[in-house]
């Protein structure tokens, strides 16, 4: 297994050196494509070869011919499995977020733009499960790779692959797409401390009340929320548990400082600041975020929470 590891690494260096770096969306052309036996193709190749060689000295017109038509018929599949590969179009969004210890969501779309039907693909990055999708003729189809995150920071995957043993799976064929995949790491929401940060006109608490004046939208339910907050109509429709919020209009905006987290670890600071930012956002309240050597200003909403986890995210400790 760790002779496979380290062929399979060397190739991808290899392949990497050799087309560069690609762009999206990426058609995937002939000479992209490899194609090797897998372990069954290798033992019905022997199995073929043994069959040849009784048929040959035996003098077995039964054995030579059921060997030549299991040899045209794997000569067949290899062709199949070359060209269900052959000019899918791929694209994928090359930035995604997610959370340390949780995972992230890569969203792919291939389209088949030939008058072929394609089966058995699958979508791999490293450290990740395989995503399969089928594609009818001159369909698009959607698929999202599940990449588990175990640490804080930015992950770059470098190059990722579609592979593909249909039919039979007798061969494998696969090929390597060179377009880096960033997904950016926040660290895990936690901290028992208040939050009391700067704001624009004096002193202001980021706990401040929750209003009750203003719809802010509906957010995922979590533990602990109040029953008359649920939105029953959501739940009605099949739709995943969800809970109406409502922002503050009269709270102040405050500056989530990370000096402000003296006596801390920089891990415990940044974690602290992602469960205080997302208080707030909760709550529909106006926020900054102050780090060392960087700023992301004041505001709200889905856009400016995910720019302050990205900057928890890559953020590297003086």
Not at 75 to 90: E, G, K, S
Not at 150 to 170: C, H, Y
Request: aromatic content about 8%.
């Amino acid at each position: 297994m760790r002779l496979q590891r380290a062929f399979a690494a060397r190739l991808r260096r290899w392949a990497a050196r050799r087309h560069g770096e690609d762009r999206l969306p990426h058609r995937i052309g002939r000479r992209r494509i490899y194609i090797l036996p897998t372990r069954f193709g290798a033992v019905l190749a022997m199995m073929l070869v043994a069959m040849l060689v009784a048929g040959l000295n035996y003098g077995s017109n039964l054995a030579l011919g059921f060997a030549f038509l299991m040899a045209s018929l794997a000569i067949v599949a290899m062709h199949h499995c070359h060209r269900n590969l052959l000019d899918v179009v791929v694209d994928v969004q090359s930035d995604a977020d997610g959370f340390a210890g949780g995972t992230a969501l890569l969203p792919f779309t291939l389209r088949n733009a030939a008058g072929i039907d394609r089966y058995d693909l699958e979508v791999r990055c490293e450290g990740a499960e395989p995503a399969i999708v089928h594609l009818r003729e001159g369909a698009v189809a959607y698929v999202q790779v599940v990449v588990p995150c175990e640490r804080r920071g930015v992950l770059v995957l470098r190059q990722w692959e579609l592979r593909t043993r249909f039919p039979f799976g007798w061969f494998r064929a696969w090929t390597y797409v060179h377009v880096p995949l960033r997904i950016h790491v926040a660290p895990v929401p936690r901290g028992e401390r208040e939050a009391s940060s700067t704001t624009g006109a004096g002193q202001g608490h980021a706990g401040s009340r929750q209003g009750d004046e203003e719809f802010a939208g509906l957010r995922e339910y979590r533990p602990g929320d109040a029953l008359k907050h649920m939105a029953w109509k959501v739940i009605a429709r099949g739709q995943p548990a969800a809970v109406r919020h409502y922002a503050d209009p009269q709270a102040d905006p405050a500056w989530l400082d990370y000096e402000d987290l003296g006596g801390l670890p920089a891990e415990d600071r940044l974690a602290q600041l992602c469960r205080w930012l997302l208080d707030r956002e909760a709550r529909g309240a106006r926020y900054g975020l102050r780090l060392p050597g960087q700023r992301v200003p004041l505001g709200s909403g889905a856009a400016h929470r995910r720019a302050c986890l990205r900057a928890l995210a890559g953020f590297t400790a003086p």
